[in-house]
């Protein structure tokens, strides 16, 4: 793969190979997502929609426990005021339109537990393929802020009722037979090797479709969603306020002293 970014360990990857596109981003904090991952993984979106030799998107994380454990801890606890704040979230935004607005279908390939913006990602992938151990949480209510910028796509993809159950019970995990059932997850496998050549089934599948119907197909599948562009940055706004709050603050310090 081509590395597009690196911060320490972390990465985001990109590889083309007969039509396909493969994204792939790793963090050493389980797949967490600090703002300059973000930035990288709406670029290589951006890029990969926009190339003619691209057919299809694969979005992946690396490693073999979690899939993505959301908001980095560490660029949260740092951030000094609303104005940060707002660029941190917003970044979450970025990444989501991204997909969004992308004319090629974006497979989600989730090989572990999601939480917060993990969940996010997954939901707004076109079709993810997810293994047993992909449990689910929404855990920003715990640490005194909420699901404000993935949940549209949260909840457009679950829809409301099990979107609020996820989001008021921030501390307890869904399994990825609920996340299938609900919507969340269009297929599930007990095994990695399994769920790769599901992925790969696909993928392969869709690369020998026609672009065109594809891009017309997606945009079917978004309908209603023109005003994320605001939307999801109002919603960025709400998190970036929150979370200078001192519960916020002490609720995260206690996180990472566990």
Known sequence: ??????????????????????????????????????????????????????????????????FCAGASFDELIAIKNKEEGLEFFSGFAKVINAIRICPKFVIGRIHGKCVGGGVGLAAAADYAIATEAAEVKLSELAVGIGPFVVGPAVERKIGNSAFSQLATDASMWRSADWARRKGLFAELYPTT???????????????????????????????????????????????????????TRNAIAKFKNR
């Open 1 to 66: 793969m081509t590395k597009i970014s690196t911060m320490s360990e972390a990465y985001v990857k990109q590889e083309f190979h007969k039509g396909i596109t493969t994204i792939e981003f790793f963090h050493r904090q389980s797949n967490s997502l600090p703002g300059i991952i973000l930035e990288k993984l709406s670029q290589a979106i951006h890029g990969a929609g926009n190339d003619t030799e691209t057919k299809v998107i694969i979005l992946r994380s690396a490693g073999e426990k979690a």
């Open 193 to 247: 090797e399994q769920m790769d050549e599901a992925v790969r089934r696909l993928s392969g599948q869709l690369v020998h479709s026609s672009p065109e119907a594809m891009e017309e197909m997606k945009k079917i599948f978004w309908k209603g969603t023109e005003h994320w562009d605001t939307l999801l940055m109002e919603r960025a706004a709400i998190s970036g306020r929150l979370v200078l709050s001192d519960f």
